[in-house]
């Protein structure tokens, strides 16, 4: 089981830690300036049809890490329509180059246009280069809803990828905490 709590040491994260929960990782918030507009040559975007099966067992999630990957997936791909009361737009793209393939989904912050977050899973194991192409045609497609600042949340294994993608850390969030309930 794998949680986050409001507050590692308030009262959340004391009560998952008096359950037996330990800290699985830490959580980096991080943003970058769209300035490039340009889709890199050799990346294609492609949409990203409702059907599509979710990509967590031959995908890693690089950034995006508000919540677990197949909730974050689900609500990229599959919005409730109820539930979009902080994103003004949405755009979920596959990003296909050199064979291979890439998703990733926008929101638009709905109090201030001209920021935006992105979600990314790239395929196991990840390849920088081709990594720092998809942030880059990422970059371009936020630039189309008018976003300016992209913003997203990261695990600590993938922070050194997504600087080299004009990515900077801003802050530290709350960590994630798990727990094994097989036992």
Request: overall charge negative; glycine content about 8%.
């Given at each position: 089981?794998?949680?986050?709590?409001?507050?590692?040491?308030?009262?959340?994260?004391?009560?998952?830690?008096?359950?037996?929960?330990e800290k699985a990782?830490?959580?980096y918030h991080m943003e970058t300036s769209i300035n490039d507009t340009e889709i890199p040559s050799g990346v294609q975007l492609v949409s990203i049809p409702h059907i599509q099966e979710p990509p967590i067992k031959t995908h890693a999630m690089i950034c995006g890490w508000s919540n677990i990957s197949a909730k974050i997936w689900?609500?990229?791909?599959?919005?409730d329509l109820e539930?979009?009361?902080?994103?003004?737009?949405q755009l979920a793209l596959s990003a296909l180059i050199n064979k291979s393939k890439y998703f990733f989904h926008?929101?638009?912050?709905?109090?201030?246009h001209s920021t935006g977050t992105l979600c990314l899973w790239a395929p196991i194991p990840l390849n920088e280069k081709k990594?720092?192409?998809?942030?880059?045609?990422?970059k371009t497609s936020a630039s189309w809803l008018g976003i300016k600042t992209l913003t997203t949340m990261a695990i600590e294994r993938y922070i050194s990828a997504l600087e080299k993608g004009g990515f900077t850390i801003k802050s530290k969030g709350e960590p994630f905490l798990t727990k094994n309930i097989n036992q």
């Open positions: 089981m794998l949680v986050q709590p409001q507050e590692y040491e308030g009262p959340s994260g004391l009560t998952y830690r008096s359950c037996s929960f990782f830490d959580v689900y609500d990229g791909i599959n919005p539930l979009l009361y902080d994103s003004y737009h926008l929101n638009q912050n709905f109090f201030d990594l720092r192409g998809i942030l880059q045609a990422s």
